[in-house]
């Protein structure tokens, strides 16, 4: 494809994408966009919502060390936006730059222009609030990010956008935040007349549930809480009954850490297994320490983990979290935990 050419394609991207709406319009220039007849394929809203009072934290810088990052809250009239790209061959960047070069024509100042481990990779993206798969999905390896503002100063901006693209094997996707300080105190009605424009003379699309998420949102929960509290109950795994070989079928925990992991080169983890009281506690330690390690070989051999990146231990009935008294109270503590380790 010509470099004019595909230049011209990924405008046409950003017209589906509705970024010509008002929220992005100067005070008194009227919304004039109209999608193309002939565009070659449609981006697809997938959620929308426009609140007034409401806030939303801003990113203005990378997520750097352990440090989270920066975060500036704006306050005003909030609309959230996502959209899916029907299209294996569109990268984040070709995404991206037509609504960069909009924001900047339309007079906003770039704040912050990232990608994935430029942003800070797994610290960065769960930082944010992002709108829940399938309607937006985010790839830890291939994400950009990008912040600007208008007017005001840079304390107090007029108006503040936030751009998030992604892209998996089948589609692209774009998460776009608005905020403006100085609308109405009002929640808006929908633009019906702004969605018609997204779907008027555009050719059907596959529903939404047919776009596979890289990273659903039991593997969400499992990273928030792993880096929340520095350990987590994997609690989707399954063992034969009295054995230490772990059931086939995909495990959200197990995506989980492995996005961990390869988002973060120099972390480890510990797998430690538990058991309930019955039985003596040399059994049970072996017989927790087999399953922890039959994760560990899982991770390995299924995920591609390095093997002197995970340590297996057992430590049997010695740390229970419910009571040995109940049958519930046991399923509980027959359990496997990953802790995150320096």
Same mark, same amino acid.
């Given at each position: 494809?010509?470099?004019?050419?595909?230049?011209?394609?990924?405008?046409?991207?950003?017209?589906?994408?509705?970024?010509? !709406?008002?929220?992005?319009?100067?005070?008194? *220039?009227?919304?004039?966009?109209?999608?193309?007849?002939?565009?070659?394929?449609?981006?697809?809203?997938?959620?929308?919502?426009?609140?007034?009072?409401?806030?939303?934290?801003?990113?203005?810088?990378?997520?750097?060390?352990?440090?989270?990052?920066?975060?500036?809250?704006?306050?005003?009239?909030?609309?959230? *936006?996502?959209?899916?790209?029907?299209a294996s061959d569109v990268t984040s960047l070709q995404l991206l730059r037509p609504l960069r070069e909009r924001l900047q024509d339309d007079g906003?100042?770039?704040?912050?222009?990232?990608?994935?481990?430029?942003?800070?990779?797994?610290?960065?993206?769960?930082?944010?609030?992002?709108? #829940?798969?399938?309607?937006?999905?985010?790839?830890?390896?291939?994400?950009?990010?990008?912040?600007? *503002?208008?007017?005001?100063?840079?304390?107090?901006?007029?108006?503040?956008?936030?751009?998030?693209?992604?892209?998996?094997?089948?589609?692209?996707?774009?998460?776009?935040?608005?905020?403006?300080?100085?609308?109405? !105190?009002?929640?808006?009605?929908?633009?019906?007349?702004?969605?018609?424009?997204?779907?008027?003379? $555009?050719?059907? $699309?596959?529903?939404?549930?047919?776009?596979?998420?890289?990273?659903?949102?039991?593997?969400?929960?499992?990273?928030?809480?792993?880096?929340?509290?520095?350990?987590?109950?994997?609690?989707?795994?399954?063992?034969?009954?009295?054995?230490?070989?772990?059931?086939?079928?995909?495990?959200?925990?197990?995506?989980?850490?492995?996005?961990?992991?390869?988002?973060?080169?120099?972390?480890?983890?510990?797998?430690?297994?538990?058991?309930?009281?019955?039985?003596?506690?040399?059994?049970?330690?072996? $017989?927790?320490?087999?399953?922890? #390690?039959?994760?560990?070989?899982?991770?390995?051999?299924?995920?591609?983990?390095?093997?002197?990146?995970?340590?297996?231990?057992?430590?049997?009935?010695? !740390?229970?979290?419910?009571?040995?008294?109940? #049958?519930?109270?046991?399923?509980?503590? *027959?359990?496997?935990?990953?802790?995150?380790?320096?």
């Amino acid at each position: 494809m010509a470099a004019g050419q595909g230049q011209r394609r990924w405008r046409l991207v950003a017209l589906a994408l509705g970024l010509l !709406a008002v929220p992005l319009a100067p005070p008194g *220039r009227a919304r004039a966009e109209v999608l193309p007849d002939d565009l070659p394929y449609a981006a697809r809203q997938t959620a929308t919502s426009r609140r007034a009072p409401d806030s939303y934290a801003f990113p203005t810088g990378p997520a750097t060390g352990a440090a989270a990052p920066p975060l500036q809250a704006i306050e005003g009239a909030i609309s959230r *936006r996502a959209w899916v790209v029907p299209a294996s061959d569109v990268t984040s960047l070709q995404l991206l730059r037509p609504l960069r070069e909009r924001l900047q024509d339309d007079g906003f100042e770039v704040v912050l222009d990232c990608a994935a481990q430029r942003c800070g990779g797994f610290d960065f993206r769960f930082a944010l609030e992002v709108i #829940e798969p399938p309607a937006m999905n985010v790839d830890l390896f291939d994400y950009r990010a990008l912040t600007a *503002r208008r007017s005001g100063t840079a304390e107090a901006p007029a108006q503040m956008v936030f751009l998030l693209v992604s892209r998996s094997s089948s589609a692209g996707y774009v998460q776009v935040v608005e905020a403006d300080t100085t609308a109405a !105190a009002t929640t808006p009605e929908p633009d019906d007349d702004h969605d018609d424009a997204l779907t008027k003379g $555009l050719p059907a $699309l596959p529903p939404i549930g047919s776009v596979t998420p890289e990273l659903g949102t039991a593997a969400a929960d499992v990273i928030a809480t792993l880096d929340r509290d520095g350990h987590v109950v994997l609690s989707d795994l399954r063992f034969a009954t009295g054995a230490v070989r772990l059931e086939d079928g995909p495990a959200a925990s197990l995506d989980a850490l492995k996005e961990v992991l390869a988002a973060r080169p120099a972390q480890r983890l510990v797998l430690v297994g538990h058991t309930d009281s019955e039985g003596s506690l040399d059994t049970n330690s072996t $017989l927790s320490r087999q399953r922890a #390690e039959a994760v560990r070989q899982r991770l390995i051999q299924a995920h591609g983990i390095a093997p002197d990146r995970i340590e297996a231990h057992g430590v049997g009935y010695l !740390a229970p979290i419910a009571s040995n008294a109940t #049958e519930e109270g046991r399923k509980a503590n *027959r359990r496997v935990e990953a802790i995150l380790l320096p």
